[in-house]
């Protein structure tokens, strides 16, 4: 029997062959998940712009935009920078491999593919990915918003409240960039930035790698779901999903993020509707827009 659609999860499969991407998609199909298909890198970048899938299966190489390119301009899309990518290759050399690893793989199989294989190695990476997302929100629940950036300040991952802030940073990338070497030491408050009452600042933790540092968003940020509440008169639950709708999430993104049933998202959709006479998630995403940027 096959899941419901919101607890299917999505895979995006880029390949240049048509006859793989057609074996994939009923493979991945049979096995019950949502399945997008690129045939090419640029054509994935489009796809990933709209939508953010759960894991990427990608081709090495193809023409124009190799796999390893795909996964450079994924590490720099804060979106995407937490989603699996398993390299489809032909290519068995080491240095092949370790470039895949390097620009950011999670895993990798070798062409021709072995389907039953390629099918236990997503639903390994699934399952980690899922136990960091659960890891990423209990660091969030306990006040403690974190985020990984490379010396060039390029996100490797955040907790959704982390990222949420750095949005609405967008000088955070040029301290990173203006760190030292070698660096501060740990407790160094990279950037602090203050509007009115609103204060958010950046420390410096320390580096968890040879080109990976680990920052802590300030707790006495003033989170702009805490304006949707008090302007909208919404709960504080009703705020963040507004929140995430005006920074154009779905529904199953929101479900995912918050941890809870995607219809439970739209109980909380409806209850926004309800209060603020709005009647369209455009609506209600232009009108959290406004608002944000009043204050």
């Given at each position: 029997m096959t899941a419901p659609a919101a607890n299917r999860k999505t895979i995006l499969v880029i390949d240049d062959d048509p006859a793989v991407l057609g074996l994939m998609d009923e493979k991945l199909a049979e096995g019950g998940y949502i399945v997008l298909l690129a045939q090419s890198g640029a054509a994935a970048l489009e796809v990933i712009s709209h939508t953010v899938p759960d894991l990427i299966l990608v081709d090495a190489l193809m023409p124009g935009m190799t796999g390893w390119d795909v996964c450079e301009a994924l590490r720099s899309n804060s979106r995407a920078a937490g989603v699996p990518i398993i390299f489809m290759t032909?290519?068995?050399e080491t240095e092949h491999v370790l470039r895949a690893f390097e620009a950011g793989a999670a895993d990798y199989v070798t062409k021709p593919l072995r389907l039953e294989e390629v099918m236990a190695r997503i639903g390994v990476r699934l399952e980690a990915a899922s136990r960091i997302r659960s890891a990423h929100g209990?660091?969030?629940r306990a006040g403690r918003y974190l985020f990984a950036t490379t010396r060039m300040g390029e996100v490797l991952w955040a907790?959704?409240?982390?990222s949420l802030i750095l949005d609405a940073i967008p000088q955070s990338q040029a301290?990173?960039?203006?760190?030292?070497?070698?660096?501060p030491p740990p407790g160094t408050v990279v950037l602090q930035q203050e509007t009115g009452d609103t204060s958010v600042s950046l420390t410096l933790v320390g580096a968890t790698g040879p080109d990976e540092l680990l920052l802590r968003v300030g707790k006495q940020a003033i989170f702009p779901e805490n304006i949707l509440r008090t302007k909208l008169n919404l709960s504080a639950r009703e705020a963040e999903v507004l929140l995430w709708i005006s920074r154009g999430k779905t529904s199953r993104d929101i479900a995912d993020i918050?941890?809870?049933?995607?219809?439970?998202?739209?109980?909380?959709?409806?209850?926004i509707y309800n209060k603020t006479g709005l009647s369209s998630r455009a609506a209600a995403a232009a009108t959290a827009s406004r608002l944000l940027q009043e204050n």
């Amino acid at each position: 029997m096959t899941a419901p659609a919101a607890n299917r999860k999505t895979i995006l499969v880029i390949d240049d062959d048509p006859a793989v991407l057609g074996l994939m998609d009923e493979k991945l199909a049979e096995g019950g998940y949502i399945v997008l298909l690129a045939q090419s890198g640029a054509a994935a970048l489009e796809v990933i712009s709209h939508t953010v899938p759960d894991l990427i299966l990608v081709d090495a190489l193809m023409p124009g935009m190799t796999g390893w390119d795909v996964c450079e301009a994924l590490r720099s899309n804060s979106r995407a920078a937490g989603v699996p990518i398993i390299f489809m290759t032909g290519l068995t050399e080491t240095e092949h491999v370790l470039r895949a690893f390097e620009a950011g793989a999670a895993d990798y199989v070798t062409k021709p593919l072995r389907l039953e294989e390629v099918m236990a190695r997503i639903g390994v990476r699934l399952e980690a990915a899922s136990r960091i997302r659960s890891a990423h929100g209990a660091l969030d629940r306990a006040g403690r918003y974190l985020f990984a950036t490379t010396r060039m300040g390029e996100v490797l991952w955040a907790t959704p409240q982390a990222s949420l802030i750095l949005d609405a940073i967008p000088q955070s990338q040029a301290a990173l960039k203006a760190l030292p070497t070698p660096l501060p030491p740990p407790g160094t408050v990279v950037l602090q930035q203050e509007t009115g009452d609103t204060s958010v600042s950046l420390t410096l933790v320390g580096a968890t790698g040879p080109d990976e540092l680990l920052l802590r968003v300030g707790k006495q940020a003033i989170f702009p779901e805490n304006i949707l509440r008090t302007k909208l008169n919404l709960s504080a639950r009703e705020a963040e999903v507004l929140l995430w709708i005006s920074r154009g999430k779905t529904s199953r993104d929101i479900a995912d993020i918050l941890e809870v049933s995607h219809r439970t998202v739209d109980k909380h959709i409806e209850q926004i509707y309800n209060k603020t006479g709005l009647s369209s998630r455009a609506a209600a995403a232009a009108t959290a827009s406004r608002l944000l940027q009043e204050n």
